[in-house]
């Protein structure tokens, strides 16, 4: 671990504390551990009462999503595979955490056998990618490993969470029709987008995600990678941990555009980058949520991610160049190849993701940049995007300062910022105990 008294250097590192607490302690704990109780304050008071109990669908299974940016929800609506899986991993993530609690195992089980009895096409296997409010009929029947990959993730956290078998087996399953129906064994990776029955669809069909049957997406792969590291965590599968490896690689290499340090979103199959004026841009959120996974994906496969750490300060120091906002902090949503951010509003999950890779970072690299940018960003969000009044976080702030956005829906549920918290209390924990 770094030596933690650098980071205090910099009057710009302390500017949270003082935010906090007029008089900044000038013991680096002290402060370590003041942040530490806020991000438990915003886990505690901000998030988790937003999401339970009033998510949870105790008539039908599953969750209500279809809140406003007040939090009112707004009336039954279709049950989508993204956010229904994601809201499984949030609270079984939670109950295997200190702040969790029995009942938030037991909302992961609702969310689990509704995914189960309700998403899971038990005719040719695998998720609907949306159902209608009851679970009685898919409404969006088509596979896409997008959607596919967060329900292997909320699986396997799920069986780790509860010790369920059931849950572990129906993670098996999934992962074995990915692996011999859609897994690309020429070029690396997976084709990503199916019909209902797993057959290919028409060339010029785009499907849920607005990619066709010839195109990869660097998103999807992050988060099948995601997913992978998860279900080899659950299942100590070999063949899960050669997926897991190929799925690093690809993050780490096939999607990065070398000659720029930033990644793009679209591919051919062979990996070949699709170009035009819409997809020559850089995600920053993705860009920056690709290192930290990347960094928890070689922990689990047991490869040293020393080899990586020159990619990775290049992939986050291009994103501090172009979308970082370095006086008030937090990143932008995205901008064209080398040049500043030019879609400048502040998405909340650019910004959750931002803290977990900033303090990582930092943890690997003791570089005080990336715990001034873990810093700013989180003054930033206990200022603007948190809401205080209504619950969790708005969606999207505009560079003028104005929230919109619903608070759940068909992508937004608690996942990325109720995640980032807990693995950023994780990391302070770390840092805590090293001294």
Known sequence: MPILVLIFFSASIC?????????????P??????????????LKENITPFWYPQTVDEENGGYKLNHDNKGKWLGPSDKYLVTQARMVWFFSHLARSKYGTKEHLEAAKRGYEFLRDKMWDKQFGGF?????????????PQKHLYGQSFGLYALSEY??????????????????????????????????????????????DTGPMGNGMNVKLMNTHLHLMEAMTTYYQASKDPVARERLIELIFIQSNSVVRKTMGACS???????????????????????????????????????????????????FDY??????DSTNG???????????????????WVQAECLVSALDMYCLTGDVIYFDCFNRTLNWIMKNQIDWINGDWF?????????????ADAWKAAYHNGRAVMKCIELLDDLISSR
């Not at 059931?166 to 997976?190: P, T, V």
Request: proline share 5%; glycine share 6%; hydrophobic share 35%.
């Open 15 to 27: 500017s949270f504390a003082e935010d906090v607490q007029q008089n900044t302690p000038s013991d």
């Open 265 to 315: 979103d679209k591919y051919q199959l062979d990996w070949k980058p699709i170009h035009s004026p819409e997809f020559d841009r850089v995600s920053y959120g993705h860009d920056i949520e690709n290192v930290w996974l990347l960094v928890e994906a070689c922990d689990t496969a047991g490869i040293s991610n020393r080899p990586l750490f020159d990619l990775y300060r290049t992939l």
């Open 159 to 204: 069986a780790i969470a509860s010790g369920d078998k059931n849950a572990l087996y129906l993670a098996k399953r999934l992962f074995s029709i990915m692996e011999f129906i859609a897994h690309d064994s020429i070029y690396g990776g997976y084709r990503e987008y199916y019909l209902r029955d797993w057959s290919l669809p028409k060339q010029d």
């Open 29 to 42: 704990i002290q402060i370590l551990t003041q942040i530490k109780s806020e991000l438990e304050r915003v």
């Open 319 to 324: 994103s501090l160049k172009h979308g970082y």
């Open 330 to 348: 937090g990143f932008y949503d995205s901008g064209p190849f080398n040049a500043n951010a030019d879609k400048r509003s502040k998405i909340w």
């Open 128 to 140: 609907y990618w949306a159902v209608d409010y009851a679970g009685n009929q898919a409404t969006i």
């Open 395 to 407: 969606p999207d702030i505009s560079e003028l300062g104005e929230p919109s956005g619903a608070k």
